[in-house]
């Protein structure tokens, strides 16, 4: 199926709902499709070619990572069974180390350290419910 | 293939159980917490009847001789990969020589007893009569019939780079589907042949009061202790097939709940019988922790049973869509 069937059939489900509003965001992409002339509360013409692909994260500092959403989900900071938080701010985590939860109904997807690091802070909070590439944490050297 | 570098006794090779062997005398044997050991073998694309191993005393330590592809469910040990934190009823993936350690189960939400240890494929050990259980009365299935030892060596069905997303959790089924009474972990029971054969008292006491998970519990059977229970005459009886779950009174009136290493008969009065989705949970009850007995019928028995169903098939759709998403980016 090429993109523009694809989109064909998105908007042939979405017409079957009573969703107003369709988003859909990867690496590369951002699709929007507004059902029945809703609106998106937008005031700023997203066709003005100024492609708002993510957050523009404020160039990290040297030295710092920001580290992004893998999936959609809500943010947990600590584990349900556990009563601390997993990456606290000035924690010191590993290669790989779990360092946010997205939780998707029962499902836990971990988002994990890319390096060895320290946290410097935690950019989303705790129940937010956030999109792929949605930047959750920050690390430094 | 992984070697067990702990000499804490009593981990096992454990599946789903050695199901429709009663009538011969073959008792089930199987996880203490089915749950759990299904769940760690969803999460990891595995046959929910996988074999993996079921690790009652801590800490524990294996290391992995190759790659492989791993889950732990059930008790949070606080696990680590070397020196990798890691979370409880996730997917990870070890790289030769890198050293799995479980500490000892933690507070936190659930305090559980065993944790199960899920490889790429399951554990490969032969099937003896329909299972890879270890059954140790027998001494047959699992790893020789016998628990593992220090220097034991155990292969994965398929090991080698994980070929599923890994760092993927599940929320517990103790948090999802949980039962309480008075902060103390609840089970359902239904009454059993001999139920009326005790005085109004103590039938009432099994519903209303806690019982004590003694140090006398294990993989054959729990025995309770609390108020002692009295017949209202005594009940002399031959013995007669029993199956895992069943709450026999011996004649000092504390309960003895038999477990999945139960013998197929018995011949104490029964006052009542664990239903079986609820048997994870006093599976993963610790000695010295208290548990409740709720009053069940025969239908909720089984609407139970659908829902721990439902919570693994939820389970599976979900991990199944994640995995595919992942395949389709």
């Known amino acids: ?49 100024s492609t708002d692909l993510e957050p523009a994260p404020a160039q990290p500092q040297p030295g710092t990572t920001i580290v992004a959403a893998s999936t959609v989900g ?68 | 293939m992984i070697e067990i570098l702990s000499s804490s006794a009593l981990a096992t090779v454990q599946d789903l159980g050695r199901e429709g062997g009663l009538r011969w005398g073959v008792g089930t044997s199987g996880a203490m917490d089915p749950l759990a050991l299904a769940a760690g073998n969803l999460l990891l694309g595995n046959e929910e009847s996988a074999a993996a191993i079921e690790i009652p005393v801590f800490p524990f330590r294996v290391r992995f001789a190759e790659d492989c592809a791993f889950a732990v469910a059930g008790a949070d040990c606080a696990a680590t990969l070397d020196t990798r934190p890691l979370m409880p009823w996730s997917t990870y993936e070890a790289r030769a020589g890198q050293v799995l350690s479980l500490g000892v189960p933690q507070g936190g939400a659930w305090r559980a007893a065993r944790a199960y240890l899920c490889l790429a494929g399951g554990v490969d050990v ?14 047959f299935g699992g790893l020789d019939g016998r628990a593992l030892r220090k220097g034991d060596t155990l292969r994965a069905g398929t090991p080698g780079r994980a070929t599923r997303a890994t760092g993927i959790g599940l929320v517990p089924p103790a948090l999802v589907l949980p039962l309480q009474r008075d902060g ?72 003895i709940v038999q477990m999945r290493d139960a013998q197929p008969s018995g011949g104490y009065p029964k006052l009542g019988t664990v239903i079986e989705a609820d048997l994870w949970r006093l599976g993963q009850a610790p000695i ?41 980016s």
């Open chain 2, 126 to 139: 032969p099937v003896v009569l329909n299972s890879r259980s270890t059954q140790l009365r027998g001494a």
């Open chain 1, 1 to 49: 199926m090429d993109a523009l069937e694809r989109f064909r059939q998105l908007a042939a489900w979405l017409a079957e709902t009573d969703i107003a509003l369709l988003e859909l965001r990867g690496p590369q992409f951002l699709l929007r499709l507004l059902r029945d002339g809703a609106t998106d509360g937008r005031t700023d013409g997203w066709t003005d070619g």
């Open chain 2, 184 to 255: 103390c972990a609840a089970m359902r029971v239904l009454p059993a042949a001999e139920y009326e054969g005790y005085t109004a008292a103590s039938r009432e006491a099994f519903w209303s009061t806690p019982w004590k998970v003694t140090p006398q519990s294990d993989r054959y059977g729990y025995r309770l202790a609390g108020v002692a229970l009295e017949p209202i005459a005594a009940m002399e009886m031959r013995s007669h097939g029993i199956v895992p779950g069943v709450i026999q009174v011996p004649p000092g009136g504390q309960p």
């Open chain 2, 288 to 328: 010295g922790s208290q548990v409740r007995f709720i009053r069940a019928t025969w239908d909720e028995a089984v609407a139970a049973l659908a829902e721990v169903r439902a919570w693994l098939d939820e389970s599976g759709r979900l991990l199944d869509l994640h995995q595919g998403l992942r395949q389709a």
């Open chain 1, 74 to 141: 809500i943010v947990r900071h600590r584990h349900p069974l556990r009563d601390g938080p997993l990456a606290p701010p000035g924690a010191r985590v590993e290669r790989g180390q779990a360092l946010v939860l997205l939780q998707i109904g029962q499902l836990l997807v971990q988002v994990s350290a890319p390096r060895d690091a320290t946290v410097a802070g935690l950019l989303g909070q705790d129940g937010d419910a956030v999109g792929y590439g949605a930047p959750l944490i920050e690390l430094r050297d």
